[in-house]
């Protein structure tokens, strides 16, 4: 998806849309027109996308096309856990905004990018085959060569970057963009090292369904990890469950009836008691200011479930940071330069950012007439991602690791947390903001 992205962003800039452009993916979707077919149950891997997102997607023309399609805007989130010491609710109105985020499936997103691409002016070409090997000289003078050089000698003085595809072709790049996911092969063919760690935890995602609409984003802190119930449309909603491993392994295999029962039990007083409305408000009235609409919104409990509607996928969770994300002629985004904890669904947010951010450094550079592969000119690219990347990244991570632990002073912490965060609305509305792509920190701004 974020490689589409950069693509139909460079798409949309007078000074890149007439780039020679390769896409080299061997999706088998990727090639098809109208993949998403009608009438069937939403795909289990979607996204939440953020407000900040959603304007990204409409300067490069792609979401027009996503209104095309099945997509559900959700403008309440409520957050609590298992506890039943406090919960947190948060109303787009709160900022003056009509949504908080809008949830769509992946292949969506990438199919509305990819009409934008057609039609572009650029000139592209899908390669449906995977990276075998990418090769890069050092660079050397141009004397001697004819007024139009060829590709190969380009390559020998170190213009051009090497690839060869997994089907015979060989590619010549000014730059490659590595958006090939969390275990890139550019980023492994660059040489470029990550750091991280694996997180205890599995998350099963799958698509129910329910009697009613749901219109709101929920998610509850358990014992073992989160549990998210978005919305879709269609009165269908995406279930993200983060556990451990072995529970997740029982989870992926039991019935659906047992499954479903799991599931409302973790939405509902499972786990321990739901939490009650309180006027801590009047206590915080010193820190509070004008309350926000939230501040008073009661407690609900979610939308039952009523049907599993697709399979329940699992997969491993973890946290990798790539220690740069630029080399000669090679440039890392989204997945391949850094992965979050997918608890506040931030990763496919921090990834379009990134893909505006490096589209927009290499409009810059041609701008200027430099080289769009030159490391000085990618720099600009890193030094205005990384830091963005790397604050997300430590939110997320305090937060998993401290919804983590089961223990007394620690759970009044959260709770005081909760209540903060429900009726302290200076903070409310820094969280908010931060959490639909505003770059500043809610403590620190």
Not at 91 to 105: P, R
Not at 148 to 166: C, N, Q, Y
Not at 328 to 345: E, F, M
Request: aromatic share 8%.
């Amino acid at each position: 998806m974020v490689g589409i992205a950069l693509a139909a962003s460079l798409a949309s800039k007078p000074l890149t849309k007439h780039l020679n452009v390769a896409i080299i993916d061997n999706n088998p979707l990727l090639g098809r027109k109208n993949i998403i077919e009608k009438g069937h149950p939403p795909d289990p891997r979607v996204s939440t996308v953020t407000p900040a997102t959603i304007s990204f997607l409409k300067d490069i023309g792609a979401w027009k096309y996503i209104e095309e399609q099945r997509h559900a805007y959700f403008d309440k989130m409520q957050v609590w856990d298992y506890t039943g010491l406090g919960y947190t609710r948060y109303n787009a109105n709160d900022v003056h905004q009509d949504v908080l985020g809008c949830v769509v499936e992946n292949k969506v997103l990438q199919s509305s990018q990819l009409s934008c691409v057609q039609e572009s002016d650029l000139q592209k070409t899908v390669y449906p085959a995977r990276l075998n090997a990418m090769d890069m000289l050092p660079s050397s003078s141009l004397t001697g060569l004819s007024e139009v050089p060829s590709s190969t000698d380009l390559f020998m003085r170190g213009r051009l970057a090497k690839l060869e595809l997994s089907d015979g072709n060989h590619v010549y790049a000014k730059l490659v963009v590595g958006a090939d996911g969390s275990k890139s092969r550019v980023r492994e063919l660059a040489g470029i090292k990550t750091t991280g760690w694996n997180y205890s935890q599995n998350a099963i995602i799958c698509t129910v369904e329910h009697t009613v609409e749901n219109y709101t984003a929920w998610q509850r802190f358990l014992p073992n990890g989160p549990i998210a119930l978005l919305p879709i449309g269609d009165k269908f909603s995406n279930i993200v469950w983060t556990m451990d491993p072995k529970e997740a392994s029982d989870r992926k295999l039991m019935n659906e009836d047992d499954f479903i029962k799991a599931v409302n039990e973790a939405l509902d007083s499972g786990y321990g008691p739901n939490p009650e409305t309180t006027s801590s408000r009047d206590s915080l009235s010193w820190l509070t200011g004008d309350a926000t609409i939230s501040a008073k919104e009661r407690f609900e409990t979610p939308p039952k479930v009523v049907k599993l509607s697709s399979e329940r996928m699992m997969f491993p969770l973890s946290l990798r940071h790539a220690k740069d994300y630029v080399s000669k002629r090679v440039a890392l985004v989204g997945d391949s330069a850094h992965t979050v904890h997918p608890l506040a669904g931030q990763g496919v947010n921090l990834g379009f950012a990134d893909a505006c951010a490096l589209s927009k450094a290499i409009s810059e550079g041609i701008a200027l007439g430099n080289d769009i592969g030159e490391s000085n000119l990618l720099k600009r690219y890193e030094a205005e991602r990384k830091p963005a990347n790397i604050a997300m990244m430590a939110v997320l991570d305090g937060i998993q690791k401290m919804y983590s632990v089961d223990f007394g002073p620690l759970n009044a912490l959260r709770a005081a947390a909760f209540h903060g965060a429900h009726y302290i609305s200076p903070l409310k509305k820094r969280i908010i903001s931060y959490a639909s792509g505003d770059q500043s920190l809610p403590l620190f701004s």
